[in-house]
Protein backbone atom coordinates (compact mmCIF):
# COMPACT_ATOMS: atom_id res chain seq x y z
CA UNK A 1 0.00 0.00 0.00
CA UNK A 2 2.89 2.56 0.85
CA UNK A 3 4.33 1.41 -2.24
CA UNK A 4 1.35 2.34 -3.87
CA UNK A 5 1.24 5.87 -2.36
CA UNK A 6 4.73 6.73 -3.07
CA UNK A 7 4.17 5.95 -6.47
CA UNK A 8 1.05 8.14 -7.04
CA UNK A 9 3.41 10.74 -5.32
CA UNK A 10 5.99 10.80 -7.43
CA UNK A 11 3.65 10.29 -10.29
CA UNK A 12 1.80 13.74 -9.03
CA UNK A 13 5.04 15.49 -8.38
CA UNK A 14 6.09 14.72 -12.06
CA UNK A 15 2.78 16.22 -13.38
CA UNK A 16 3.26 19.17 -10.74
CA UNK A 17 6.52 19.77 -12.00
CA UNK A 18 5.80 19.60 -15.78
CA UNK A 19 3.14 22.17 -15.38
CA UNK A 20 5.04 24.53 -12.95
CA UNK A 21 8.30 24.26 -15.69
CA UNK A 22 5.93 24.92 -19.07
CA UNK A 23 3.99 28.12 -17.34
CA UNK A 24 7.18 29.39 -15.91
CA UNK A 25 9.14 28.91 -19.52
CA UNK A 26 5.94 30.96 -20.93
CA UNK A 27 6.09 33.31 -18.81
CA UNK A 28 9.74 33.75 -19.78
CA UNK A 29 9.06 33.33 -23.45
CA UNK A 30 5.45 35.33 -23.85
CA UNK A 31 6.74 38.89 -23.18
CA UNK A 32 9.92 38.36 -25.92
CA UNK A 33 7.03 37.62 -28.10
CA UNK A 34 5.22 40.31 -27.98
CA UNK A 35 8.42 42.54 -27.98
CA UNK A 36 9.44 40.86 -31.36
CA UNK A 37 5.91 41.78 -33.10
CA UNK A 38 5.73 44.96 -32.18
CA UNK A 39 9.04 46.06 -33.52
CA UNK A 40 8.27 43.97 -36.41
CA UNK A 41 5.22 46.10 -36.90
CA UNK A 42 8.03 49.19 -37.39
CA UNK A 43 7.91 50.90 -39.83
CA UNK A 44 11.51 52.24 -40.97
CA UNK A 45 12.07 55.99 -41.90
CA UNK A 46 14.69 56.87 -43.98
CA UNK A 47 16.72 59.63 -42.40
CA UNK A 48 18.58 62.53 -43.99
CA UNK A 49 22.31 63.46 -43.24
CA UNK A 50 21.62 66.25 -40.62
CA UNK A 51 19.49 63.81 -38.88
CA UNK A 52 21.95 60.59 -39.13
CA UNK A 53 24.94 63.39 -37.56
CA UNK A 54 23.13 63.89 -34.78
CA UNK A 55 22.47 60.20 -34.04
CA UNK A 56 26.38 60.11 -34.29
CA UNK A 57 27.15 62.83 -32.04
CA UNK A 58 24.87 62.10 -29.20
CA UNK A 59 25.72 57.95 -29.32
CA UNK A 60 29.63 59.21 -29.13
CA UNK A 61 29.21 60.46 -25.16
CA UNK A 62 27.57 58.07 -24.08
CA UNK A 63 30.26 55.05 -24.31
CA UNK A 64 32.73 57.79 -22.75
CA UNK A 65 30.55 58.76 -20.08
CA UNK A 66 29.82 55.01 -19.11
CA UNK A 67 33.05 53.91 -19.34
CA UNK A 68 31.88 50.79 -20.54
CA UNK A 69 31.27 48.85 -24.02
CA UNK A 70 28.23 47.89 -25.21
CA UNK A 71 28.74 44.33 -25.39
CA UNK A 72 29.38 44.46 -21.40
CA UNK A 73 25.74 45.87 -21.24
CA UNK A 74 24.26 43.04 -23.79
CA UNK A 75 26.49 40.25 -21.22
CA UNK A 76 24.90 41.57 -18.10
CA UNK A 77 21.41 41.55 -19.51
CA UNK A 78 21.77 37.92 -20.63
CA UNK A 79 22.77 37.28 -17.19
CA UNK A 80 19.51 38.65 -15.75
CA UNK A 81 16.45 36.13 -15.25
CA UNK A 82 14.25 33.98 -14.46
CA UNK A 83 16.91 30.96 -14.92
CA UNK A 84 15.62 27.18 -15.08
CA UNK A 85 18.06 23.90 -14.16
CA UNK A 86 16.42 20.79 -14.37
CA UNK A 87 17.92 17.33 -14.27
CA UNK A 88 18.88 14.02 -12.49
CA UNK A 89 22.07 15.54 -10.57
CA UNK A 90 21.70 19.77 -10.71
CA UNK A 91 24.83 22.17 -9.19
CA UNK A 92 24.81 25.64 -9.36
CA UNK A 93 27.96 27.37 -8.50
CA UNK A 94 27.28 30.56 -10.70
CA UNK A 95 26.17 33.80 -9.29
CA UNK A 96 22.61 34.69 -10.54
CA UNK A 97 20.47 37.76 -10.75
CA UNK A 98 16.89 37.21 -11.07
CA UNK A 99 14.40 34.57 -10.12
CA UNK A 100 15.88 30.58 -10.13
CA UNK A 101 14.10 27.70 -10.70
CA UNK A 102 15.46 24.09 -9.96
CA UNK A 103 13.95 20.81 -10.47
CA UNK A 104 16.13 17.43 -10.21
CA UNK A 105 16.89 14.32 -8.12
CA UNK A 106 19.52 15.96 -6.45
CA UNK A 107 19.90 19.70 -5.98
CA UNK A 108 22.64 21.51 -4.64
CA UNK A 109 22.82 25.34 -4.99
CA UNK A 110 26.45 26.91 -4.14
CA UNK A 111 26.10 30.82 -5.82
CA UNK A 112 24.25 33.41 -4.81
CA UNK A 113 20.93 34.22 -6.02
CA UNK A 114 19.84 38.12 -6.51
CA UNK A 115 16.21 37.02 -6.56
CA UNK A 116 13.74 34.21 -5.66
CA UNK A 117 14.69 30.60 -5.48
CA UNK A 118 12.26 27.63 -5.92
CA UNK A 119 13.38 23.97 -5.96
CA UNK A 120 12.04 20.55 -6.18
CA UNK A 121 13.93 17.71 -5.49
CA UNK A 122 14.83 14.11 -4.12
CA UNK A 123 17.97 15.62 -1.84
CA UNK A 124 18.32 19.43 -1.91
CA UNK A 125 21.36 21.33 -0.32
CA UNK A 126 21.48 24.73 -0.22
CA UNK A 127 24.74 26.64 0.45
CA UNK A 128 24.55 30.17 -1.34
CA UNK A 129 23.11 32.94 -0.15
CA UNK A 130 19.30 33.95 -1.27
CA UNK A 131 18.70 37.47 -1.24
CA UNK A 132 14.95 37.42 -1.65
CA UNK A 133 12.13 34.51 -0.85
CA UNK A 134 13.39 30.75 -0.82
CA UNK A 135 10.44 28.22 -1.18
CA UNK A 136 11.62 24.22 -1.29
CA UNK A 137 10.05 21.27 -1.51
CA UNK A 138 11.80 17.54 -1.33
CA UNK A 139 12.22 14.53 0.12
CA UNK A 140 16.12 15.53 2.41
CA UNK A 141 16.82 19.23 2.49
CA UNK A 142 19.35 20.96 4.15
CA UNK A 143 20.04 24.58 4.42
CA UNK A 144 23.44 25.95 5.36
CA UNK A 145 23.15 29.58 3.56
CA UNK A 146 21.00 32.91 4.29
CA UNK A 147 18.37 34.04 3.25
CA UNK A 148 16.61 37.75 2.25
CA UNK A 149 13.38 37.24 3.31
CA UNK A 150 10.92 34.22 3.80
CA UNK A 151 11.76 30.63 3.73
CA UNK A 152 8.48 28.60 3.11
CA UNK A 153 9.99 24.55 3.20
CA UNK A 154 8.06 21.07 3.03
CA UNK A 155 10.01 17.87 2.93
CA UNK A 156 10.78 14.27 5.18
CA UNK A 157 13.59 15.64 6.86
CA UNK A 158 14.72 18.95 7.00
CA UNK A 159 17.96 20.28 8.69
CA UNK A 160 19.35 23.59 9.19
CA UNK A 161 23.17 24.22 10.14
CA UNK A 162 24.06 26.71 12.73
CA UNK A 163 25.09 29.55 10.01
CA UNK A 164 21.85 29.87 8.55
CA UNK A 165 19.90 33.15 8.95
CA UNK A 166 16.98 33.91 7.69
CA UNK A 167 15.95 37.47 7.71
CA UNK A 168 12.15 37.18 7.84
CA UNK A 169 9.52 34.37 8.61
CA UNK A 170 10.01 30.90 8.52
CA UNK A 171 6.95 28.52 7.62
CA UNK A 172 8.01 24.34 7.53
CA UNK A 173 6.64 21.27 7.58
CA UNK A 174 7.76 17.79 7.56
CA UNK A 175 8.11 14.70 9.02
CA UNK A 176 11.79 15.66 10.94
CA UNK A 177 12.40 19.31 11.38
CA UNK A 178 16.08 20.29 12.45
CA UNK A 179 16.15 24.33 13.26
CA UNK A 180 19.28 26.15 13.88
CA UNK A 181 21.26 29.45 13.15
CA UNK A 182 18.78 32.99 13.09
CA UNK A 183 15.89 33.18 12.32
CA UNK A 184 14.29 37.49 12.41
CA UNK A 185 11.26 37.08 12.08
CA UNK A 186 7.91 34.54 12.76
CA UNK A 187 8.43 30.85 12.60
CA UNK A 188 5.59 28.32 11.49
CA UNK A 189 5.96 24.72 12.11
CA UNK A 190 3.73 21.28 11.66
CA UNK A 191 4.50 18.28 10.55
CA UNK A 192 6.19 14.99 13.30
CA UNK A 193 9.11 15.75 15.21
CA UNK A 194 10.93 19.27 15.83
CA UNK A 195 13.93 20.65 17.66
CA UNK A 196 14.68 24.15 17.94
CA UNK A 197 18.77 25.25 18.31
CA UNK A 198 19.49 28.80 17.85
CA UNK A 199 17.53 32.50 18.36
CA UNK A 200 14.35 33.36 17.23
CA UNK A 201 13.36 36.77 16.80
CA UNK A 202 9.77 36.32 17.15
CA UNK A 203 6.73 34.57 17.91
CA UNK A 204 7.15 30.38 17.36
CA UNK A 205 4.02 28.38 16.42
CA UNK A 206 3.96 24.60 16.09
CA UNK A 207 1.46 22.16 15.94
CA UNK A 208 3.91 18.15 15.89
CA UNK A 209 4.01 15.10 17.13
CA UNK A 210 6.87 16.18 19.63
CA UNK A 211 8.68 19.17 19.69
CA UNK A 212 12.48 20.27 21.73
CA UNK A 213 13.59 23.09 22.33
CA UNK A 214 17.41 22.68 23.48
CA UNK A 215 19.19 24.58 26.00
CA UNK A 216 20.61 28.13 24.90
CA UNK A 217 17.51 28.27 22.93
CA UNK A 218 16.72 32.56 22.76
CA UNK A 219 13.01 33.31 21.48
CA UNK A 220 12.84 37.20 21.60
CA UNK A 221 8.50 36.36 21.54
CA UNK A 222 6.43 33.85 22.54
CA UNK A 223 6.52 29.71 21.96
CA UNK A 224 3.05 28.39 21.27
CA UNK A 225 3.05 25.11 20.73
CA UNK A 226 0.41 22.10 20.79
CA UNK A 227 2.19 18.65 20.88
CA UNK A 228 0.60 15.31 20.75
CA UNK A 229 2.98 13.04 22.48
CA UNK A 230 5.69 14.73 24.03
CA UNK A 231 7.11 18.69 24.82
CA UNK A 232 10.78 18.96 25.77
CA UNK A 233 11.39 22.57 26.78
CA UNK A 234 14.79 22.99 28.25
CA UNK A 235 14.47 25.56 31.34
CA UNK A 236 17.45 26.58 30.05
CA UNK A 237 15.99 28.27 27.30
CA UNK A 238 15.35 31.97 27.43
CA UNK A 239 11.76 33.04 25.88
CA UNK A 240 11.19 36.22 26.22
CA UNK A 241 7.10 36.45 25.26
CA UNK A 242 4.75 33.87 26.80
CA UNK A 243 5.32 30.09 26.61
CA UNK A 244 2.35 28.03 25.99
CA UNK A 245 3.13 24.05 25.01
CA UNK A 246 0.96 21.66 25.80
CA UNK A 247 0.27 17.98 24.83
CA UNK A 248 -2.79 16.16 24.12
CA UNK A 249 -3.53 13.82 26.88
CA UNK A 250 -3.62 9.95 25.94
CA UNK A 251 -7.56 10.06 26.58
CA UNK A 252 -8.14 12.79 24.31
CA UNK A 253 -5.68 11.18 22.10
CA UNK A 254 -7.93 8.22 21.92
CA UNK A 255 -11.13 10.02 21.78
CA UNK A 256 -9.77 11.82 18.44
CA UNK A 257 -8.59 8.74 17.13
CA UNK A 258 -11.94 7.33 17.50
CA UNK A 259 -13.63 10.28 16.08
CA UNK A 260 -11.71 9.96 13.02
CA UNK A 261 -12.67 6.13 12.35
CA UNK A 262 -16.28 7.04 13.02
CA UNK A 263 -15.91 9.77 10.33
CA UNK A 264 -14.28 7.66 8.16
CA UNK A 265 -16.39 4.88 8.51
CA UNK A 266 -19.49 6.84 8.24
CA UNK A 267 -18.07 8.06 4.96
CA UNK A 268 -17.57 4.84 3.90
CA UNK A 269 -20.96 4.02 4.77
CA UNK A 270 -22.57 6.38 2.93
CA UNK A 271 -20.51 5.72 -0.11
CA UNK A 272 -21.60 2.27 -0.77
CA UNK A 273 -25.02 3.52 -0.45
CA UNK A 274 -24.75 5.99 -2.67
CA UNK A 275 -23.15 3.33 -5.05
CA UNK A 276 -25.62 0.55 -4.17
CA UNK A 277 -28.36 3.45 -5.31
CA UNK A 278 -26.25 4.67 -8.06
CA UNK A 279 -26.21 0.61 -9.10
CA UNK A 280 -29.74 -0.25 -8.55
CA UNK A 281 -30.86 2.94 -10.83
CA UNK A 282 -28.87 2.17 -13.76
CA UNK A 283 -29.14 -1.46 -13.76
CA UNK A 284 -33.17 -0.96 -13.49
CA UNK A 285 -33.17 1.68 -16.52
CA UNK A 286 -31.27 -0.06 -18.51
CA UNK A 287 -32.43 -3.34 -17.93
CA UNK A 288 -36.06 -1.89 -18.17
CA UNK A 289 -35.58 -0.44 -21.82
CA UNK A 290 -34.13 -3.84 -23.13
CA UNK A 291 -37.72 -5.43 -21.18
CA UNK A 292 -39.60 -2.85 -23.40
CA UNK A 293 -37.44 -3.45 -26.63
CA UNK A 294 -37.43 -7.17 -26.65
CA UNK A 295 -40.20 -8.62 -24.35
CA UNK A 296 -40.07 -12.00 -25.71
CA UNK A 297 -36.43 -12.54 -25.99
CA UNK A 298 -36.39 -11.74 -22.14
CA UNK A 299 -39.50 -14.39 -21.69
CA UNK A 300 -37.62 -16.54 -23.57
CA UNK A 301 -34.25 -15.92 -21.44
CA UNK A 302 -35.93 -16.58 -17.84
CA UNK A 303 -37.88 -19.51 -19.15
CA UNK A 304 -34.34 -21.23 -19.46
CA UNK A 305 -32.94 -19.54 -16.47
CA UNK A 306 -35.67 -21.14 -14.40
CA UNK A 307 -35.89 -24.58 -16.36
CA UNK A 308 -32.23 -25.47 -16.16
CA UNK A 309 -30.43 -23.39 -14.52
CA UNK A 310 -27.42 -25.72 -13.74
CA UNK A 311 -27.31 -26.21 -17.47
CA UNK A 312 -26.70 -22.30 -18.16
CA UNK A 313 -24.14 -22.51 -15.47
CA UNK A 314 -22.35 -24.87 -17.27
CA UNK A 315 -22.56 -23.21 -20.70
CA UNK A 316 -21.80 -19.68 -19.10
CA UNK A 317 -18.61 -20.96 -18.00
CA UNK A 318 -17.82 -22.52 -21.08
CA UNK A 319 -18.73 -19.53 -23.11
CA UNK A 320 -16.67 -17.27 -20.93
CA UNK A 321 -13.79 -18.57 -21.55
CA UNK A 322 -14.14 -20.21 -25.33
CA UNK A 323 -15.26 -17.06 -26.56
CA UNK A 324 -12.50 -15.02 -26.22
CA UNK A 325 -10.15 -17.65 -27.84
CA UNK A 326 -12.62 -17.91 -30.95
CA UNK A 327 -12.11 -14.19 -31.17
CA UNK A 328 -8.55 -14.53 -31.46
CA UNK A 329 -8.41 -17.76 -34.22
CA UNK A 330 -10.86 -15.68 -36.45
CA UNK A 331 -8.86 -12.45 -36.42
CA UNK A 332 -5.90 -14.19 -37.67
CA UNK A 333 -7.41 -14.24 -41.22
CA UNK A 334 -8.23 -11.09 -42.60
CA UNK A 335 -11.45 -12.51 -43.98
CA UNK A 336 -13.29 -13.17 -41.05
CA UNK A 337 -11.87 -10.16 -39.08
CA UNK A 338 -16.10 -9.21 -39.63
CA UNK A 339 -17.25 -11.95 -37.60
CA UNK A 340 -14.55 -11.38 -35.09
CA UNK A 341 -15.34 -8.07 -34.66
CA UNK A 342 -19.59 -9.60 -34.48
CA UNK A 343 -18.52 -11.81 -32.12
CA UNK A 344 -16.99 -9.30 -29.64
CA UNK A 345 -19.94 -7.20 -29.93
CA UNK A 346 -22.09 -9.83 -28.71
CA UNK A 347 -19.93 -11.10 -26.39
CA UNK A 348 -19.95 -7.74 -24.77
CA UNK A 349 -23.50 -7.43 -25.21
CA UNK A 350 -23.63 -10.57 -22.70
CA UNK A 351 -21.59 -9.03 -20.28
CA UNK A 352 -24.17 -6.53 -19.84
CA UNK A 353 -26.81 -8.06 -19.47
CA UNK A 354 -26.34 -11.44 -17.94
CA UNK A 355 -26.63 -10.27 -14.67
CA UNK A 356 -30.02 -8.84 -15.69
CA UNK A 357 -31.36 -11.79 -17.18
CA UNK A 358 -31.13 -13.77 -14.02
CA UNK A 359 -32.42 -10.68 -12.27
CA UNK A 360 -35.49 -11.02 -14.12
CA UNK A 361 -35.43 -14.62 -14.06
CA UNK A 362 -35.68 -13.87 -9.69
CA UNK A 363 -38.35 -11.69 -10.20
CA UNK A 364 -40.65 -14.07 -12.20
CA UNK A 365 -39.92 -16.67 -10.07
CA UNK A 366 -40.96 -14.90 -6.98
CA UNK A 367 -44.03 -14.29 -8.62
CA UNK A 368 -44.59 -17.45 -9.46
CA UNK A 369 -44.07 -18.79 -5.77
CA UNK A 370 -45.44 -16.39 -3.40
CA UNK A 371 -48.48 -15.61 -6.54
CA UNK A 372 -47.80 -11.82 -5.60
CA UNK A 373 -50.00 -9.80 -8.62
CA UNK A 374 -47.65 -7.14 -7.97
CA UNK A 375 -44.91 -9.04 -8.83
CA UNK A 376 -46.56 -10.17 -12.48
CA UNK A 377 -45.61 -6.71 -13.58
CA UNK A 378 -42.48 -7.45 -15.60
CA UNK A 379 -40.60 -4.21 -14.74
CA UNK A 380 -41.36 -4.47 -11.35
CA UNK A 381 -40.24 -7.94 -10.66
CA UNK A 382 -37.35 -7.29 -12.41
CA UNK A 383 -36.54 -4.46 -10.10
CA UNK A 384 -36.84 -6.58 -7.50
CA UNK A 385 -34.59 -9.25 -8.42
CA UNK A 386 -32.11 -6.47 -9.16
CA UNK A 387 -32.24 -5.58 -5.64
CA UNK A 388 -31.98 -9.06 -4.20
CA UNK A 389 -29.03 -9.75 -6.49
CA UNK A 390 -26.70 -6.01 -5.18
CA UNK A 391 -28.15 -6.55 -1.56
CA UNK A 392 -26.63 -10.32 -1.60
CA UNK A 393 -23.85 -8.83 -3.34
CA UNK A 394 -22.88 -6.37 -0.47
CA UNK A 395 -21.87 -9.98 1.68
CA UNK A 396 -18.79 -10.66 2.33
CA UNK A 397 -17.59 -14.02 0.26
CA UNK A 398 -20.69 -15.25 -0.27
CA UNK A 399 -22.10 -12.04 -2.77
CA UNK A 400 -19.65 -12.59 -4.77
CA UNK A 401 -20.00 -16.11 -4.93
CA UNK A 402 -23.98 -15.35 -5.55
CA UNK A 403 -22.94 -12.61 -8.19
CA UNK A 404 -20.55 -14.82 -10.28
CA UNK A 405 -23.20 -17.47 -10.28
CA UNK A 406 -25.68 -15.23 -11.00
CA UNK A 407 -23.73 -13.72 -13.81
CA UNK A 408 -22.33 -17.54 -15.50
CA UNK A 409 -26.47 -18.63 -15.22
CA UNK A 410 -27.95 -15.61 -17.42
CA UNK A 411 -23.92 -15.54 -19.60
CA UNK A 412 -25.21 -19.65 -20.54
CA UNK A 413 -28.75 -18.86 -21.38
CA UNK A 414 -28.31 -16.48 -23.79
CA UNK A 415 -25.56 -18.56 -25.22
CA UNK A 416 -27.83 -21.19 -24.91
CA UNK A 417 -30.73 -19.76 -26.71
CA UNK A 418 -28.97 -18.37 -29.59
CA UNK A 419 -27.47 -21.62 -30.02
CA UNK A 420 -30.65 -23.31 -29.97
CA UNK A 421 -32.17 -20.68 -32.28
CA UNK A 422 -28.97 -21.18 -34.98
CA UNK A 423 -29.78 -25.43 -35.10
CA UNK A 424 -33.43 -24.57 -35.74
CA UNK A 425 -32.85 -22.15 -38.12
CA UNK A 426 -30.34 -24.84 -39.80
CA UNK A 427 -32.79 -27.55 -39.44
CA UNK A 428 -35.44 -26.39 -41.51
CA UNK A 429 -32.81 -25.21 -44.32
CA UNK A 430 -31.79 -29.17 -44.48
CA UNK A 431 -35.51 -30.41 -44.55
CA UNK A 432 -36.59 -27.03 -47.03
Do not use: C
Not at 142 to 162: D, E, H, K, R, Y
Not at 311 to 328: D, H, K, Q, R
Amino acid sequence: MTANKSLLYLINMRKVLSFLLIGLFGLMILPKTILAKQYDNLIELPLDEAQQQELLVIEEPIGEVLGETIVEDVAMDENRGPHFYFGEEVVINENLTGDVYVAGGSVEVNGTIDGDLMVVGGTVVLNGDVIQDVRVGGGTILVNGVVGQNLTIGGGTVMFAPSVMVGNSIVAGAGEISLNGEVLGKVLLGGGAAKLVGNYGSDVKAQLDTIEVAPGVVIAGSLMAQAQTDAQISTEADIKGENLVSVTPVEERERRSDEKMESVGGLLVKATLVEFMMKLMMGVISGGLLIYFLPKFAVQLSDKVILSPMSNLGWGFVYLFLTPIVILLTMVSIVALPIAGVITLFYIFTFMIAKWVSAYAIGVKLAQNLKAKALENKYLGFAVGLLILNAVGFVPVLGWIVEIIAFLIGMGAIFAMVKTNILSKNSKKIKG
